[in-house]
């Protein structure tokens, strides 16, 4: 093609090229979904759990927002009761878990994207284990 046939767009300094941004979005978000990628990727490589601490990152409350929307529902809801509530929702990616942690007054204090085959706060521990096979053998006995 002749050069004097390409088109030449001339953009303003400071000015975006591309669509307009959404309100308070940062560009964040949609960067993040490829991290989360990378991570699903090595949990099914190498069964390797991960989070990621949305507090600690550059997100606003519309990339918040975004990226809930974006990653949307999936099928395992679980709320943990224990000094202010804890959710875990899977999104509609499964592996990807979408955690909060609550203070007892309702307030948030953590947020996370956890990927996981079952996100580690509610795995059981093995002590807590022994101890329900211990109640189940009391109850065995009270059988016979």
């Not at 991570?39 to 989070?51: D, F, I, P």
């Not at 606003?60 to 999936?74: R, V």
């Not at 948030?108 to 329900?132: C, M, N, Q, Y």
């Amino acid at each position: 093609m002749p050069l004097e046939n390409i088109p030449i767009v001339t953009v303003s300094a400071g000015a975006a090229v591309g669509p307009a941004p959404l309100d308070g979005l940062s560009g964040n978000a949609p960067v993040l979904l490829r991290e989360i990628a990378e991570h699903v990727n090595r949990l099914l490589a190498t069964g390797e759990s991960s989070a990621i601490d949305l507090n600690a990152l550059p997100l606003t409350p519309a990339d918040l927002d975004w990226l809930q929307e974006t990653l949307g529902t999936g099928e395992i809801a679980i709320t943990l009761e224990s000094d202010g509530d804890s959710t875990l929702n899977e999104t509609a990616c499964p592996g990807v878990w979408w955690v909060t942690h609550h203070n007892e007054h309702g307030a948030v204090v953590s947020r996370f994207l956890e990927v996981a085959f079952v996100p580690e706060l509610v795995k059981a521990h093995p002590e807590d284990i022994k101890i329900g096979l211990e109640h189940l053998d009391l109850l065995i006995s009270g059988l016979s």
